[in-house]
């Protein structure tokens, strides 16, 4: 298994992508906390709300994230799809016959990609968000929040390489993804606790360990659909 992590890993950094979809997650998370931030900021200056309100600066930094994790989620889609698309994936399965070992690996690398890549924009927007709000920021615990919101975006990276392995397309996997972690925020509250959307941000905003699991099972079911799918199908 080490040698083939090492194999997912080099593979990964040997592209620009990687790169790029790293620096669009941090500077789109910054940038968007700055901005939420700032908007409650600008209400507050103009008259709109009391000079005494406050606002955690992990609220508009949950909002940031889910739209700067996305790029993260692409990373973790190229690593799967992009070798379906050119054929690569028969050469990485005639050099690791056991398929299981090349979903772990990749799984692997993504969690590990996108826990440190998650923390790093989160800390980012946390700054960013702080410095926006100034005196209206109210008391949080930064390290907790990030460590939250960077634990979601490892698990979410997870799930991709699962649904990567099951729809074989990268169009298809980065739909169901925006899908399955951002639009089904819009269906009813008590429907939602049970889906992936609803999971990621009550258990980044600190609402309890249970959506963190509800998450995790929808990760393991994918992981799990396609172990089985990689068996039975070919490398085509």
Same mark, same amino acid.
Request: proline share 3%; glycine share 10%.
């Given at each position: ?16 992508? /990687? ?30 709300? #009391?000079?005494? =309100? ?5 609220? /508009?930094?949950?909002?940031? !994230? ?10 973790? &889609?190229?690593?799967?799809?992009? =070798? ?7 050469? !990485? ?41 100034? #005196? ?38 980065? !739909?169901? &993804? ?7 925020? &819009?269906?009813? =509250? ?47």
């Amino acid at each position: 298994m080490r040698a083939a992590f090492a194999a997912e890993w080099g593979k990964l950094w040997s592209l620009r992508s /990687p790169w790029f979809c790293v620096a669009a997650a941090v500077l789109l998370t910054a940038g968007l906390s700055f901005t939420l931030a700032n908007d409650f900021a600008y209400d507050i200056a103009n008259g709109r709300l #009391p000079a005494s =309100e406050t606002l955690p600066v992990l609220d /508009p930094l949950v909002q940031a !994230t889910q739209i700067g994790r996305l790029a993260l989620v692409a990373l973790a &889609m190229l690593m799967v799809t992009s =070798e379906y698309g050119t054929g690569l994936i028969r050469s !990485t399965f005639l050099a690791r016959p056991r398929r299981g070992d090349v979903l772990l690996a990749k799984t692997a690398v993504a969690v590990v990609v996108g826990f440190g890549a998650g923390l790093a924009g989160s800390a980012a927007g946390w700054a960013a968000g702080a410095f926006a709000l100034g #005196p209206h920021a109210a008391a949080g615990d930064p390290v907790a929040g990030c460590l939250r919101l960077a634990v979601v975006t490892a698990v979410a990276c997870a799930f991709t390489t699962g649904v990567g392995f099951l729809l074989r397309s990268g169009v298809g996997t980065l !739909t169901t &993804m925006v899908v399955l972690l951002v639009g089904l925020q &819009m269906v009813d =509250e008590r429907l939602g606790v049970y889906l992936p959307a609803w999971a990621s941000v009550d258990f980044a905003a600190g609402d309890g360990i249970r959506h963190l699991l509800v998450l995790l099972a929808w990760t393991v079911a994918a992981l799990a659909g396609a172990q089985v799918l990689l068996v039975r199908r070919d490398a085509q």
